[in-house]
Structures are given as structure tokens and as C-alpha cells.
């Protein structure tokens, strides 16, 4: 295992970077548990000249956990249920997907 990759076991192993959440294909069961980052970053869209600020949702989850997230699986966090609503994104290192969710799936 490489240098970065002990520290990404490390920051998801820490319950003060991450949460434990249950994973589901296409929101189905079995449910799988696994460790997710979960961040709000506001992000600026632009639509018809004018330019909003709206909320998102990122969950950040090893690949090692999720090997092929898909649009439309879930992850439930307290009772909460999170949709990924846009196509998965690898980081550079290859190790973790980053997910754009939607809440009350």
C-alpha cells in the first residue's frame, strides 16, 4: 500500500472525518456498511445570464468500499436516505469516488 493510501485509510477510519453509512445498489437491499465524507460546499451555477449560489451534497467513499457506485444507489446515515444523482467521479490517485447526492431519496 502506498504512503497515500494509509493516509486515506487513516482520514476515513477517524470519526471525526467521517460518518458510517449503509450503502444500497439502486437503493435495494442488502445494505452494505461503509465510511463516507460527507461535505455541504455551496457551488455557483449559471442559468440564463444570471449566476446562483445553491448547497450541495458531496460524499467522498473509498473505491475499495464502493468499487462501481451508479446514479440512483443510496447511502443511509442516521435514518437519512442519500441518492448519488450524477455520474461518479474518481479521484487522481485512483483510491476514492467523489458523489454529488441528493437528500430524501
Known amino acids: 500500500m502506498t504512503v497515500f493510501g494509509a493516509a486515506i485509510n487513516a482520514i476515513f477510519a477517524d470519526p471525526n472525518m467521517s460518518v458510517s453509512a449503509e450503502y444500497r445498489v439502486g437503493g435495494s437491499d442488502p445494505a452494505v456498511t461503509v465510511r463516507v465524507i460527507k461535505s455541504s460546499p455551496d ?29 440512483g444507489d443510496t447511502f443511509t446515515i442516521g435514518g437519512e436516505v442519500f441518492a448519488i444523482r450524477e455520474e461518479p467521479q474518481r479521484d487522481t490517485e485512483g483510491l476514492c ?8 431519496a
Open 43 to 71: 457551488v455557483a451555477t449559471d442559468w440564463n445570464r444570471a449566476s446562483f449560489v445553491q448547497a450541495s451534497i458531496i460524499f467522498d467513499v473509498r473505491k475499495s468500499e464502493v468499487p462501481t457506485p451508479e446514479v
Open 97 to 104: 469516488w467523489k458523489l454529488g447526492m441528493r437528500d430524501g
